[in-house]
């Protein structure tokens, strides 16, 4: 039994000292009955209708209190730190690994039965459109097949691109716009190309 030393003097009473879970705790070991999550008040009404005392129910150690009248030893619920067991967190982490390997494994093996449940016609239907899909596309292909290729329309003077005529007014020294009639440019572009036609 070791023998700590406290910095502060507690008030409190020997009960209000012990824990909630001490006092679940203690109630297990003496066998007396209480309602699953009793509060600590609810507890320690139990122990003093059932004629318990707090020493009863959880062992109290001297601990050592600084004060300015010097050192005064006080009695405290005995309290153990939990340790930190590697192989028992290795354990936990196993188990939890396990347990969602088998919630994988059950979810797979539930899409299989779910697979596997389907009807004959339902799969004679699946096959069905994919027949249809197929003859669709092979009357698609037909008919491009046969289809003569749509004929390109010759592009004139006065159909083509309005860039392409600006670039060509520009080649033969003339500036035209949208705005303007493309006539005059069409009758001087059609005279040049007449005087550099060889004779």
Request: glycine share 4%.
């Amino acid at each position: 039994m070791t023998i700590s030393t406290l910095h502060a003097i507690d008030s409190r009473s020997n009960w209000d000292k012990v824990s909630r879970r001490q006092c679940w705790k203690g109630a297990g070991k003496l066998g007396i009955p209480f309602p699953t999550g009793a509060t600590h008040d609810e507890m320690i009404r139990i122990f003093e209708a059932a004629g318990v005392a707090p020493e009863q129910v959880v062992n109290f150690v001297p601990a050592i209190v600084e004060t300015p009248q010097g050192d005064k030893v006080v009695m405290h619920p005995e309290t153990h730190e939990r340790k930190y067991d590697e192989h028992k967190e290795h354990r936990r982490m196993e188990e939890m690994e396990r347990r969602i390997q088998e919630g994988v494994e059950k979810d797979r093996a539930e899409k299989e039965a779910l697979t596997a449940k389907a009807s004959k016609k339902e799969i004679d239907d699946i096959k069905s459109d994919i027949s249809e899909l197929k003859d669709m596309f092979r009357q698609v292909l037909t008919q491009m097949a046969t289809s003569p290729p749509e004929k390109q329309k010759a592009e004139t003077l006065e159909t083509m691109h309005w860039k392409k005529f600006q670039k060509m007014a520009k080649d033969i020294g003339e500036t035209w716009t949208t705005k303007e009639p493309r006539g005059p440019i069409i009758a001087k572009l059609e005279a040049r190309e007449n005087v550099e036609e060889p004779s």
